[in-house]
């Protein structure tokens, strides 16, 4: 069974460093950003990892942020 790791922000530089290291050890990645141009940059960079990288817009400020996200892994 793979292992999934939801990891907030992706985008921003603690959160790419995480996400690439988490997927070149194996694991599937969720995680968002606040734009779609953010998540596309991310999709681009993670594109070796295509099978495995997940990246959804979600602004988890905004008050019904954090639900939007979680329907989008549902």
Do not use: C
Not at 18 to 46: D, I, M, P, Q
């Amino acid at each position: 069974m793979q292992k999934l790791i939801l990891l907030t922000g992706g985008s921003g530089k603690v959160g790419r460093v995480l996400v690439r290291h988490f997927l070149e050890k194996g694991y599937a990645v969720a995680t968002n950003a606040r734009s779609e141009a953010s998540v596309a940059a991310l999709a681009e960079e993670f594109q070796p990892f295509r099978a495995r990288f997940f990246g959804f817009k979600a602004d988890l400020v905004e008050e019904d942020g954090p639900a939007q996200l979680a329907q989008k892994l549902a």
